[in-house]
């Protein structure tokens, strides 16, 4: 394999993990008064155990690793990282700057005394490369034709919150990125950076332009299947990929716009859309199909550590993402991983943030659209002031064993959107749960697919049918689908519809 082929494929195989280190101002809560941190411990093999609910197919439900094996692995350092910016934006001197800084590594524990320090020290892991130079490098970002070819909008500041340079190594500057920051920071049309609001920059698209440039068609082959496979479920979502090209391959990533991710666990057919971080101390359930509980401090804590690579390393009815066989499970020593304190810190940095100022009036116009969001029974599922009743429904095609019911917090209808990633993934447990309906006026795309750019397409009946072209994901080669389900809305008086949306903006 060439560089290009070894940058993508490592790319790929970070994708979602994530780390990073800065000085800017986030927006934690200002918390000065003396703390004692109560840290749970991360990996606590009895909390694990409870955590996620079972694979809709439970022959395939993970099989983590152990504490054990957990706290053998070796923690990550964190270096002091500096701000990415657009090409014609960067101070002047600033590369040859860069060039002077010594290395530095910026968590500390033992100096956090105060909540706002937890916070802060919080902001700096989520800011935190886990990559470097890979599969991007300094030369891209610096590049305006790269800028021109992926199109992705810089902040105000004229940064791009995205990306982070580091210096491990004097005098040698590196472009790191796969921070949680990465797909948890949104730049607004204004250019102001919301932490923690969905990502828009495409970075599916991105890393498909490098795919065809000599990456052999195996290694994308054992990347598909390390980071989507799930050989239990029947028919075998991958099945017949010995024989996909890797134009193909290149082509399901490319046709993953930006707020959605190929995200390991799901599957390039049916990504995730990603979902927002602002208000998620509020969230019963993580991830679009309700896959993990959060119970409490500890569950996000494992939430980032299962995601950081740690569930990677599961056995999966046998077989084990990380592996590189999908058999055996490599040494603790060849992983990195969070610290407890890091792992903390980050959690307390989730649970601060804030949406940004809604510039939405809640006019005469949102009052009648209160009115039709009541009228039409939205509020059952999207009970206020969440915007959410925190709970499940199991998809078209899923039998809820009859245990489930009195475990989870589940509705008894469909709501009959596409099934596939709730029965055909890693992460599929049967259900999807019903999202909080606040920030829709910052984020977008909505479904958890990601299958429609704004709420305009999400109340259009038009998207039932066949022939519609989704306007956010679409799938790879797919001009025309329906966006099925949810037809809540769908068959209101176009100034009901009007009303409605411009109340849901004001959320
Ligand atoms: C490559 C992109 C990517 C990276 C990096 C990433 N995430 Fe995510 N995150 C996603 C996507 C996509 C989902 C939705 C997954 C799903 O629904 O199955 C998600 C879901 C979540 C959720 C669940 C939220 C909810 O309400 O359901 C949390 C919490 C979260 N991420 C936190 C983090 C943290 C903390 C980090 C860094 C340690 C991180 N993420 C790194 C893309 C990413
Ligand atoms: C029976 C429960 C239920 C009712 C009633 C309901 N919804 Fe939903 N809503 C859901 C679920 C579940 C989803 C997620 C579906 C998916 O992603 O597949 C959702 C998704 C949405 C989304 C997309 C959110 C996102 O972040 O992608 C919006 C917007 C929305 N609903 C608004 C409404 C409005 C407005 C009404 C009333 C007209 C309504 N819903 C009625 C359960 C419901």
Request: glycine fraction near 6%; hydrophobic fraction near 35%.
């Given at each position: 394999m060439n560089t290009r082929g070894l940058r993508y494929l490592t790319l790929t195989l970070f994708l979602l993990l994530g780390i990073a280190a800065h000085n800017q101002p986030g927006q934690a809560?200002?918390?000065?008064?003396?703390?004692?941190?109560?840290?749970?411990?991360?990996?606590?093999?009895?909390?694990?155990?409870?955590?996620?609910?079972?694979?809709?197919?439970?022959?395939?439900?993970?099989?983590?690793?152990?504490?054990?094996?957990?706290?053998?692995?070796?923690?990550?350092?964190?270096y002091k990282s500096y701000p990415v910016y657009t090409p014609g934006k960067e101070p002047s001197g600033y590369e040859a700057w860069l060039k002077q800084q010594e290395p530095e590594t910026?968590?500390?524990?033992?100096?956090?005394?105060?909540?706002a320090d937890w916070i802060k020290a919080g902001e700096i892991v989520f800011d935190a490369p886990v990559s470097y130079d890979v599969p991007f490098r300094v030369a891209d970002v610096r590049n305006p034709q790269w800028h021109e070819q992926i199109g992705a909008r810089a902040?105000?500041?004229?940064?791009l919150p995205w990306f982070r340079y580091v210096v491990r190594e004097k005098g040698k500057v590196e472009l790191g990125m796969i921070s949680c920051a990465m797909c948890h920071t949104r730049v607004l049309a204004d250019g102001t950076i919301v932490k923690g609001a969905p990502a828009n920059f495409p970075f599916e698209q991105a890393a498909a332009l490098f795919m065809p440039?000599?990456?052999?068609?195996?290694?994308?082959?054992?990347?598909?299947?390390?980071?989507?496979?799930?050989?239990?479920?029947?028919?075998?979502?991958?099945?017949?990929?010995?024989?996909?090209?890797?134009?193909?391959?290149?082509?399901?990533?490319?046709?993953?716009?930006?707020?959605?991710?190929?995200?390991?666990?799901?599957?390039?057919?049916?990504?995730?859309?990603?979902?927002?971080l602002i208000g998620v101390k509020d969230q019963k359930y993580l991830d679009h199909t309700g896959l993990q509980l959060h119970r409490s401090v500890g569950d996000l804590m494992r939430y980032s550590a299962l995601n950081q690579g740690a569930d990677r390393l599961s056995s999966y009815g046998g077989f084990i993402p990380a592996a590189r066989d999908f058999r055996t499970r490599?040494?603790?020593?060849?992983?990195?991983?969070y610290s407890d304190e890091q792992l903390y810190a980050l959690a307390l940095y989730l649970y601060s943030l804030k949406p940004p100022a809604n510039p939405n009036k809640f006019d005469a116009v949102a009052r009648?659209?209160?009115?039709?969001?009541?009228?039409?029974?939205?509020?059952?599922?999207?009970?206020?002031?969440?915007?959410?009743?925190?709970?499940?429904?199991p998809v078209d095609g899923f039998n809820v064993p009859e245990d489930h019911r009195k475990k989870y917090d589940i509705l008894p209808l469909s709501v009959g959107t596409d099934p596939s990633l709730a029965l055909k993934t890693r992460r599929g447990t049967g259900y999807y749960k019903v999202p909080s309906l606040k920030g829709v006026w910052y984020r977008s795309p909505f479904?958890?697919?990601?299958?429609?750019l704004t709420l305009e397409d999400w109340f259009d009946p038009r998207r039932l049918c066949e022939d519609y072209m989704p306007t956010g994901f679409r799938g790879a080669g797919v001009k025309t689908r329906a966006v099925k389900g949810h037809a809540y809305g769908l068959k209101l008086a176009e100034a009901d519809r009007q009303a409605l949306i411009a109340f849901l903006k004001t959320l």
């Open positions: 809560q200002q918390a000065n008064k003396a703390f004692t941190p109560a840290i749970p411990k991360t990996w606590d093999d009895k909390a694990m155990d409870s955590l996620e609910l079972p694979t809709a197919d439970p022959a395939g439900s993970p099989k983590h690793i152990s504490a054990d094996y957990y706290y053998r692995i070796p923690v990550r350092p964190i910026v968590f500390d524990a033992a100096t956090l005394k105060t909540e902040a105000k500041d004229g940064t440039l000599g990456f052999t068609p195996e290694r994308a082959r054992a990347f598909e299947q390390s980071f989507f496979g799930a050989p239990w479920i029947k028919p075998d979502p991958l099945a017949g990929l010995e024989q996909v090209s890797l134009d193909q391959i290149a082509e399901w990533h490319a046709a993953i716009p930006s707020g959605v991710i190929g995200r390991h666990g799901t599957n390039p057919l049916y990504p995730a859309q990603i979902p927002n490599p040494d603790p020593s060849t992983q990195l991983r009648r659209g209160q009115q039709v969001f009541k009228r039409e029974g939205c509020a059952v599922c999207h009970t206020p002031p969440l915007y959410t009743n925190n709970k499940l429904t479904e958890h697919n990601g299958s429609v």
